[in-house]
């Protein structure tokens, strides 16, 4: 099966996506990020804003429109209100950073087995997956922003700028700040350029460079149209958005410059390598290509370096760290695979049987469970469930056999097949916890009397209900509906009393308690702003 898989490279990392995530992922809620550009998109198809993007028919500036033209065409061809094709567009991509990771990696001239595991612990890694649901931009400005390194590094490589290359090298800058603006610029291809001068010596004379820094000048610019033209389009509000999203960068979620020092941990399973192939001394020793193994251990550091320097900091926003550190771990499993059988030293063994025990562990006694959660389990639930128990059985069965005969490959694999389960098959049990006071907005949409609210709602709860939910209090006071009756959504009861103007016109009553969340009140996973209570206004 290995042999079969490694034959099959790319196909391997794209069918690895598609069977982990590409048939359940729906099962998943929309998230914030995720309903601001669903939003968008559905808001392009129906108002035709495709430039002067919108939410809830609000000008939406902050993120560039690329995306969400992806998604709207995606919602256009199978459905708006079909979560599982508007995250597809996302999914190919994670599949194009585990593709073009192992492209890389073969540049950078290492075996086709080596590249393979580079590709599939990119996309294994946790947040390379969280990102697709929690912040979609992301995933598209850092996968074409690889896309274009792979250019760039052949071009450097070859001392050419060869016609192909250069257009992919510019269309994919282009594309990647019309995805997310100079963030992936910043991140990830600066951290490369100053590791790859680092580590290689750089070919060709200056007047290459300078027509690659030509090359990058016309992908900056030919990305920067759209915020050009909303700039002369909407001037005050593009002001406003961009002022305001500038000063975050210095005001909004500050931390300390060692906020992301502990970064190997986002990789999940892959925590413990992770670690261990940053312990430059000891891992400079035992690779292959040290040249290759030097570009991505300064790829990753100066990449981390360059994020601790802005004061605004989120986990997310590490996640492009991620591919040069799955680099990075490739190089510490490929030793692992060629020489644990003769390791004897326990400070180099321990590690090894602690992090893939670990996992082996988990998978081992992923039924108990069972005993500790309050999932209802029944029909296809059960079924699943035991489906699921009994497959991960069997691959900690032979996690453990395997690290007992130090096969390091076939573990590594395993723990691949322990991720290809969790996705197609446990995923959907989550979507059977379920809070029991869950009511979803979505079922106003086939009432017939519109719905206002009154300080505005949640981007989840705008997209379930699929069309707009206009805001009625406004800066300059109120804007009171045409409609002689309608729905009102207020964030909290009794909310209205404090309006005099509304008593006075209309009467109030009150419906129902709208609670989106599908996590129980009290836990960690609960939040405030999908929680709404409806009242019913009529004109006196």
């Not at 990771?101 to 990119?122: A, D």
């Not at 030509?214 to 909303?230: K, N």
């Amino acid at each position: 099966m290995i042999k079969l898989i490694e034959k099959y490279p790319i196909l391997s990392l794209l069918l690895f996506v598609t069977v982990m995530l590409g048939f359940t992922i729906d099962t998943i809620p929309v998230t914030i990020m995720e309903a601001r550009n669903f939003i968008s998109a559905r808001e392009m198809l129906t108002d035709n804003n495709w430039i002067l993007t919108t939410m809830n028919g609000e000008a939406r500036y902050q993120k560039p429109p690329l995306p969400t033209w992806i998604t709207a065409v995606f919602g256009m061809l199978f459905g708006i209100k079909n979560v599982l094709a508007l995250r597809w567009p996302a999914l190919l991509f994670m599949a194009g950073i585990g593709i073009f990771t192992y492209l890389l990696s073969k540049r950078l001239e290492l075996s086709k087995s080596h590249s393979l595991i580079n590709g599939f612990v990119v996309l294994s890694s946790f947040y390379v997956i969280g990102i697709v649901i929690e912040a979609p931009w992301d995933i598209y400005a850092h996968g074409f922003m690889l896309m274009a390194l792979y250019q760039l590094f052949q071009m450097f490589q070859n001392q050419k700028t060869a016609i192909m290359h250069s257009l992919l090298f510019v269309i994919c800058i282009a594309a990647s700040i019309l995805s997310k603006g100079p963030v992936s610029l910043y991140v990830l291809f600066l951290s490369f350029v100053i590791a790859y001068f680092i580590s290689f010596k750089p070919k060709g004379g200056i007047l290459h460079i300078l027509k690659l820094i030509s090359l990058l000048i016309f992908g900056i610019v030919l990305g920067g149209w759209w915020y050009l033209h909303v700039r002369i389009a909407d001037p005050e509000t593009f002001t406003a958005i961009a002022e305001r999203e500038t000063s975050n960068w210095s005001s909004y979620n500050v931390r300390p410059f060692y906020y992301y020092w502990s970064f190997f941990v986002q990789t999940g399973l892959w925590a413990i390598p992770a670690f261990i192939s940053l312990l430059y001394p000891y891992i400079k020793s035992r690779v292959i290509y040290l040249k290759a193994y030097r570009f991505t251990f300064f790829w990753t550091l100066i990449a981390v370096v360059l994020l601790s320097i802005i004061p605004e900091k989120k986990s997310r926003y590490l996640m492009p760290v991620l591919i040069p550190l799955a680099l990075n771990i490739g190089f510490y499993i490929d030793y692992l695979i060629r020489k644990f059988k003769t390791l004897k030293d326990k400070r180099e063994t321990i590690p090894v049987y602690l992090s893939f025990g670990l996992i082996g562990g988990v998978t081992l006694l992923f039924w108990v469970v069972w005993f500790f959660s309050n999932i209802d389990l029944t029909g296809i639930l059960l079924a699943r469930f035991i489906i699921t128990a009994l497959l991960l059985f069997v691959i900690g069965f032979f996690i453990f056999k395997f690290l007992r005969a130090k096969q390091i490959k076939p573990v590594f694999y395993l723990i691949i097949g322990f991720m290809l389960t969790v996705g197609l098959v446990a995923l959907p049990i989550a979507k059977s916890h379920i809070q029991n006071n869950y009511k979803s907005v979505a079922e106003l949409s086939t009432s017939n009397l519109p719905l206002y609210s009154l300080n505005g709602v949640s981007p989840e709860a705008i997209y379930n209900y699929g069309d707009k939910i206009v805001k009625l209090k406004t800066d300059e006071g109120f804007v009171l509906p045409l409609e002689q009756e309608f729905y009102l959504l207020t964030s909290s009861k009794n909310e209205l009393g404090n309006y005099e103007q509304l008593n006075a016109l209309y009467r109030i009553n009150y419906v129902s308690t709208y609670d989106f969340n599908t996590a129980t009140k009290g836990s960690r996973g609960h939040r405030s702003r999908l929680v709404n209570q409806l009242y019913k206004l009529s004109l006196k």
